[in-house]
């Protein structure tokens, strides 16, 4: 379905929503000349467009004449949508107490209550789940608000999503969980909450990595500590090889160390037949050498 083209005036109106300018929306609408839910090539509206760089004095004026509070863009994303993925309370406060359909849905799986845990914005996803918005929510590919905020190192959202009842251990669809996705990135204050919570330290990805062999791979000591107080697998996983593989691999000394202090064995042969020994043998990185030469010499 092809849209109707823009006028000057729609043109008009836009850019004065999106610019916050009171005074030529006003104008613009006293013309009569043109319509308050005016759209443009993808379907965005005057009042998304003042949603979406926080201008609550032309939210409210728009609100005032008629504006349609559930207009979206083709992606499926309104009002509500904007003002959460801003961070702009005040507007969703506003567009709450006007109606607003808490649990719109984008293309791809968001809602507004999702947004707001993906950027950060505790009070606005606390005011959402106030008001009805659904927390278990997923995107198409399967994430969470929980693995989304995770992912990006929202500790408030993520401690608030546990005590509300989330699943720890939701998975996205490619198994990765929220403590796999929070080792990988590092966030080691999100790892030791979702471990309090009893999340699955060996949950591995479809791919056969656990969280410990990210994080090792990755070179996050301070995950790798946490984790390894747990007791994870150390042998071969379902990728063939090992956690000590990977820290051979990426050259992670202090984490070598601490996996050899835990128990891992440098002798455990991965699915091509290489041991972490012959890895480190074969290491671009001297001091991972002359370490492994040392340990093997006295034992």
């Known amino acids: 379905m092809s849209l109707k083209k823009e006028t000057p005036l729609d043109i ?13 929306i006003i104008q613009l609408l006293n013309t009569g000349r043109v319509h308050i839910d005016c ?5 965005t509206t005057p009042l ?3 949603t979406a760089n926080g201008h609550l004095d032309v939210v409210k004026l728009l609100l005032d004449h008629g504006a349609k509070i559930s207009a979206s863009r083709f992606t499926g994303t309104t009002a509500l949508f904007f003002a959460a993925q801003g961070g702009f309370l005040d507007i969703v406060k506003l567009l709450i107490s006007r109606g607003a359909i808490i649990n719109s849905l984008s293309y791809d799986g968001a809602t507004p209550f999702f947004v707001s845990c993906q950027c950060g914005y505790y009070e606005i996803a606390r005011l959402l789940f106030n008001n009805g918005a659904v927390i278990n929510g997923k995107l198409n590919d399967g994430s969470s608000p929980l693995f989304i905020a995770a992912q990006n190192g929202h500790i408030k959202i993520v401690h608030m999503l546990l005590k509300l009842g989330c699943e720890v251990d939701d998975r ?5 969980t929220p403590l796999w996705i929070a080792s990988q990135m590092g966030h080691v204050d999100i790892v030791k909450i979702l471990l309090k919570y009893n999340a699955n330290v060996d949950a591995e990805r479809i791919d056969g990595a656990t969280p410990l062999f990210k994080a090792c791979h990755k070179g996050h000591v301070t995950v790798v500590e946490e984790l390894l107080k747990y007791k994870p697998n150390l042998n071969l996983l379902q990728n063939g090889e090992s956690v000590l593989h990977a820290a051979i691999i990426g050259g992670h000394f202090q984490i070598i160390k601490l996996l050899l202090q835990s128990g891992a064995n440098y002798r455990l042969k991965n699915q091509d037949g290489f041991s972490a020994l012959d890895f480190a043998i074969e290491s671009k990185f001297e001091n991972i050498r ?3 030469y040392r340990i093997h010499k006295f034992n």
């Open 12 to 24: 008009k109106l836009h850019a004065a929503a999106a610019n916050g300018d009171m005074l030529t």
């Open 39 to 43: 759209k443009d090539n993808e379907n």
């Open 48 to 50: 998304i467009l003042a």
């Open 172 to 176: 996205r669809n490619d198994m990765t």
């Open 290 to 292: 002359d370490y492994f």
